[in-house]
């Protein structure tokens, strides 16, 4: 297979800056790119060295719906990082590669017969869970969505208005009481926003008390994506309590995604 075979070369269609770190961005859309919801695309930037052209990769969750004719990504600039830096000066017309390969397990057909979602992410992790939100499938399966998004500011609550704007929906809108919509804001006070790390949230239980659902092994079916180690300390958290990870052919009622 020739490297050609292996990537396409996308244009670079919209950008949207939510704070000085962070900013989203649209491509076009190789008519064969197929994806499940949840799931990362590898993106590739070209790169001058003194050695000459090299292509950057990086794995980055796609923010858009399976039927869109765009990928969307979802990005924090990470200061001398090789990658991101290179991406935050890319322009609207500007190329990037896509890799033809989607990959990753943060898919909800890693469940079977959950009743409640629990989509927990701090930053950027958010990104697959609203593709996972624009899934029809994935409200007509479950009676309770919570989605819960961790941040350190307020500015960084990113696409709080799409998803707000659920309930008010062509298609979805008739779903919308199933969602919970839970933000977490780490380092400054804002009113109805919880406080404190995802994890503490759960053991002290103000997760539960402030969205009304109990989480029971029964019905719970719980998706972790973020920082690795909010991803980590969440997950030890559940499986201490009894809970498994879902495996290939073994589901389970765990599936999470480390951001980096
Ligand atoms: P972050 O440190 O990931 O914090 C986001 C939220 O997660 C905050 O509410 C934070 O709470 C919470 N959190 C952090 N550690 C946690 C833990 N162990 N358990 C539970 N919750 C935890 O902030 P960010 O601004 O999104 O990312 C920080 C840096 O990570 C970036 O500046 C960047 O350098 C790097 N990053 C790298 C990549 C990459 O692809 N290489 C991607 C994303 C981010 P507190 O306020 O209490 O800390």
């Known amino acids: 297979m020739t490297a050609e075979d292996k990537y396409t070369t996308e244009t670079i269609t919209e950008i949207r800056t939510w704070t000085p770190k962070l900013f989203s961005f649209r491509t076009t859309r190789y008519r064969g790119y197929r994806f499940i919801p949840g799931q990362f695309a590898r993106l590739g930037v070209r790169k001058q060295t003194p050695e000459g052209e090299k292509i950057v990769w990086r794995a980055y969750s796609i923010v858009s719906a399976d039927y869109d004719e765009y990928l969307e990504f979802y990005s924090i600039v990470v200061p001398g990082g090789e990658f991101t830096s290179t991406l935050a000066d890319l322009k609207v017309g500007d190329e990037i590669l896509v890799d033809k390969t989607n990959y990753g397990m943060l898919t909800t057909d ?5 009743r409640d979602l629990w989509l927990l992410s701090t930053g950027t992790g958010l990104a697959p869970f609203i593709s996972i939100l624009h899934d029809v499938s ?17 500015d960084e609550l990113a696409y709080a208005e799409l998803i707000e704007a659920f309930k008010e929906h062509e298609y979805f809108g008739e779903f919308a009481h199933k969602l919970r919509y839970v933000q977490v804001v780490t380092r400054e006070e804002v009113p109805g926003a919880l406080s404190g790390r995802i994890p503490q949230l759960l053991e002290n239980g103000e997760l539960e008390r402030s969205t009304g659902i109990r989480i029971d092994p029964d019905r719970a079916r719980i998706m972790i994506c973020g920082n690795p180690e909010m991803v980590d300390d969440t997950r030890k958290f559940f499986v201490d309590n009894g809970y498994t990870l879902s ?6 009622h765990l599936a999470v995604e ?3």
């Open 110 to 114: 890693r469940f079977v017969e959950g």
């Open 138 to 154: 994935t409200w007509e399966q479950y009676e309770n969505i919570v989605l819960v998004h961790g941040v350190r500011h307020r």
């Open 247 to 252: 495996r290939r052919g073994k589901p389970g």
């Open 258 to 260: 480390n951001l980096w």
